[in-house]
């Protein structure tokens, strides 16, 4: 196996291990939800379809989103993620 890398979960708190192949596939995520779900200002909006769901779920368990009350937004991590790929 090859080596793992390790990406904060923020609001977790938890550090989630990912292989190199997870990361490229976390990438790609969230790059389709940054084309497909941004409203440019940091802030995604899944537009009720299921999927976004899905996705943003997905990339909030590694902690590259993140909720509250004015909806998901990238978060520290989840931006380095899109700068590094």
Request: net charge negative.
């Amino acid at each position: 196996m090859s080596s793992v890398l390790l990406m904060n979960s923020g609001c977790s708190g938890v550090a989630k291990i990912m292989t190199p192949k997870e990361k490229e596939i976390l990438e790609a995520l969230a790059w389709m939800c940054e084309q497909y779900l941004s409203r440019g200002n940091g802030f995604l909006d899944h537009k009720a379809m299921h999927a976004g769901e899905l996705a943003i779920e997905v990339l909030a368990s590694y902690g590259f989103v993140k909720s509250d009350i004015q909806g998901d937004s990238w978060t520290e991590e989840g931006l380095l993620l899109l700068e590094g790929s």
